[in-house]
């Protein structure tokens, strides 16, 4: 072994081994049963989280319950104020629109790179059967949960890695605006029905008109929620001519 080689086995010798994968753990199912309560609103928003109350109820450590919120906080789902503790995210009417104008930005480029990839649509279809059977339900979080999972497929189906990872960041954010859209609804069936027309658009094969299918989806029925939060619809952006 030369002297150049000695730092390469120094390195390789210091480098830790991986933890072993345990799946799922308790901080992942605390993570999720915490995050549903928010998404369905049974924690509203502002809730204090108070870690000694989670854990009794979820039946886990202090710990545990605060390594959930921490990555709550990084989903930005939970807030944590100085001196005070962590409360669930308050979204406001600003909130809602950055978040629309965020996807309108991501989702129209994905639809059209699946069209450009010929994204196998049958998942899609698999997700609209998934809402109308929890609309039949009753069941408000399971919608909003296969109304992510549809937009986020169209993500993958772009095969552009980096626009997965970018809206993989924003999910949970997506999901609170769409629990937030989905609770104003009095039939919460016509949600998947409002999916087809975007559905269509991508087996067109056609990229723009995916791309603006995708737009007039996302813009389509959110004015009925930033009226009811104050907000001016006007602030969502509209596809360039």
Same mark, same amino acid.
């Given at each position: ?20 994968? =345990? #799946? ?8 999720? #049963?915490?995050?549903? #309560? ?44 100085? =001196? ?158």
């Amino acid at each position: 072994m030369t002297a150049d080689d000695r730092p390469v086995e120094r390195a390789r010798a210091s480098v830790r081994p991986l933890e072993p994968l =345990r #799946s799922p753990s308790l901080v992942d199912l605390a993570y999720r #049963s915490i995050r549903d #309560s928010i998404l369905s609103g049974q924690l509203p928003m502002g809730t204090r989280l108070l870690d000694v109350k989670l854990a009794r109820e979820l039946e886990v450590s202090r710990g545990t319950v605060r390594d959930a919120l921490t990555r709550l906080v990084d989903a930005g789902l939970v807030v944590e104020q100085p =001196r005070q503790g962590m409360f669930v995210r308050e979204f406001g009417p600003q909130d809602v629109i950055d978040i629309y104008n965020l996807r309108i930005a991501i989702e129209p480029v994905a639809a059209r790179l699946a069209v450009r990839q010929r994204m196998d649509l049958a998942q899609l279809e698999r997700r609209l059967t998934e809402m109308r059977a929890a609309a039949e339900a009753g069941d408000v979080p399971a919608v909003s949960a296969a109304e992510l999972a549809f937009h986020f497929e169209i993500c993958e189906g772009s095969r552009n890695q980096h626009l997965i990872d970018c809206y993989g960041m924003i999910q949970a954010r997506v999901r609170m605006a769409l629990s937030l859209d989905n609770r104003g609804n009095v039939d919460y069936r016509t949600i998947a029905d409002r999916h087809v027309p975007l559905l269509e658009a991508l087996r067109s094969g056609d990229e723009l008109q995916a791309a603006t299918a995708a737009h007039a989806h996302i813009v389509g029925h959110v004015d009925e929620v930033l009226l009811r939060l104050g907000a001016d619809p006007a602030g969502l952006l509209q596809l360039p001519d």
